[in-house]
């Protein structure tokens, strides 16, 4: 795969360290940012998806914000359709709310994640999200 | 002034408009990318600063986190010496804590700001950044 063209360096923030657990499919990479403290109680990761990568379903009791600055991804909200993202984009994930993000099949994909009210616990984890569901979103 | 090569036209997310209150020095541009509520308590704004632009000294009770996205810029906090900011950096302004941010006198300077508890109230505005002030720090 040629990477030079398709962020593999991430966008202005580092691209860090592969993610290893099972929350994912495809390669994704997590430099966190700020973390989790009792002062600003506002963690931030950049995040970076390679083509076709995404997260599982998951919610976040405290909400999660999406600033995305670089490549071309998916967000999509249980039971709505996906919306397609870009660079400059900014994605309000309200709390409980059950979703999924990750790149474009053809794209390599980047965004900061802000965790609100993190105080109200971890992300909780769900079911993957199926080549079915995501190839769907690519009609 | 050629603004083609000075981040004009902002980082990634839009510039906004010019501010036009008495808090800064120099022309200073904010685009709102979340704005306060109660779900998120997440004020996040993009803020572009001219070559040579400040805010004025200002503490935030619930703190503040800067992503820089472009340019060349400083921060101050009372007491201490300038910290030399470009893409990437990441600045954590603790709650109460005396400072300001700016451009270096050359070049624009684009960062996102995230104000942290922002329950706790409003920025506290300060006297001016005198230019020996912020000339010392090019020295």
Known sequence: MDESNNLSKSVIFPKGKRITNDHFIGAVWLEMLVANDSTFLCPIGNV???????????????????LVTGGKG???????????????????????????????PDSWFTHIAISTNPQRGEAIWLEPVTDEVYNGNTL
């Open 48 to 66: 970076t998806f390679e083509p076709g990568a995404r997260n599982n379903w998951h919610t976040h009791p405290g909400g999660q914000i999406l």
């Open 74 to 104: 998916y967000y999509q909200e249980e039971g709505k359709p996906v919306r397609m993202l870009q660079e400059g984009d900014v994605v309000k994930i309200r709390p409980d709310v059950k979703h999924w993000h990750g790149s474009a």
